[in-house]
């Protein structure tokens, strides 16, 4: 129904842009890659997917249309919603899943919080027809650099996927030392070395 939301950047939350359209605030739900190219004021244009639930539209923003379709197949493997199809792509690129899925790569998936070791076996199955071959080659693509307030989106980015204040704090100290020897910080490396230490502490 909304393919693409094109205008400029009106205010950031920590899961979400608002963009307007036409004098109108488009809501879309982020991940943290994403929304870390944003800057309020600048024009954008975001490939974007509605989700209709009986209670509720939600619009959700990508930075392209690969992460969409993504997005959108993640969806069509049974209890996988819109939400832990986007914590997906929070941890992962599209063709960092599409490698994990056609490698059989269980460790990846239960990165991802809320996957199990049995859900991921059962997505490994499940979507390994539907995500189809990686297009890239060599390591995984993750995120975009930013120069600044990596602290604050990492920390957001932990408490969006539902950890706690205190944990989310430990991670992003765990980190630091990794974010400062890069020199530009990528919010998606950082995001899955942090998930890694609390997957480790849990």
Same mark, same amino acid.
């Given at each position: 129904?909304? +393919?693409?939301? &094109? =205008? @400029?950047?009106?205010?950031?939350? !920590?899961?979400?842009?608002?963009?307007?359209?036409?004098g109108?605030?488009?809501?879309?739900?982020?991940?943290?890659?994403?929304?870390s190219t944003?800057?309020?004021?600048q024009?954008?244009?975001?490939?974007? &997917?509605?989700?209709?639930? /009986?209670?509720?539209?939600?619009? %959700?923003?990508?930075?392209?249309?690969?992460?969409?379709?993504?997005?959108?197949?993640?969806?069509?493997?049974?209890?996988?919603? @819109?939400?832990l199809?986007?914590?997906?792509?929070?941890?992962?690129? !599209?063709?960092?899943?599409?490698?994990?899925?056609?490698?059989?790569?269980?460790?990846?998936?239960?990165?991802? @919080?809320?996957?199990?070791?049995?859900?991921?076996?059962?997505? *490994? *199955?499940?979507?390994k027809?539907?995500?189809?071959?990686?297009? =890239? $080659?060599?390591?995984p693509?993750?995120? $975009?650099?930013?120069? &600044?307030?990596w602290r /604050?989106?990492?920390?957001?980015?932990?408490?969006?996927?539902? %950890?706690?204040?205190?944990e989310?704090? /430990? +991670?992003?100290? #765990?980190?630091?030392?990794?974010? /400062?020897?890069?020199? $530009?910080?990528?919010?998606?490396? *950082?995001?899955? #070395?942090?998930?890694?230490?609390?997957?480790? $502490?849990?």
């Amino acid at each position: 129904m909304i +393919a693409f939301v &094109s =205008g @400029p950047v009106a205010a950031l939350a !920590p899961d979400a842009a608002v963009v307007e359209v036409g004098g109108i605030g488009m809501s879309l739900q982020c991940t943290p890659n994403t929304l870390s190219t944003l800057r309020i004021g600048q024009q954008t244009k975001l490939a974007a &997917s509605l989700v209709v639930r /009986e209670d509720s539209l939600t619009l %959700y923003g990508f930075a392209d249309d690969d992460e969409k379709q993504t997005f959108e197949l993640l969806q069509t493997a049974s209890g996988v919603g @819109p939400r832990l199809a986007q914590a997906m792509l929070a941890v992962h690129s !599209p063709d960092a899943l599409r490698r994990a899925v056609s490698t059989g790569d269980e460790k990846s998936l239960t990165a991802v @919080p809320g996957i199990g070791k049995k859900g991921a076996q059962k997505l *490994l *199955l499940e979507l390994k027809d539907r995500l189809g071959e990686p297009l =890239g $080659t060599g390591g995984p693509a993750i995120g $975009t650099a930013v120069t &600044s307030g990596w602290r /604050e989106q990492l920390h957001a980015a932990l408490i969006g996927l539902g %950890y706690a204040t205190r944990e989310a704090d /430990e +991670a992003v100290d #765990a980190v630091a030392p990794q974010a /400062e020897a890069e020199g $530009t910080p990528q919010v998606g490396r *950082l995001l899955k #070395a942090a998930l890694q230490t609390l997957n480790r $502490t849990r």
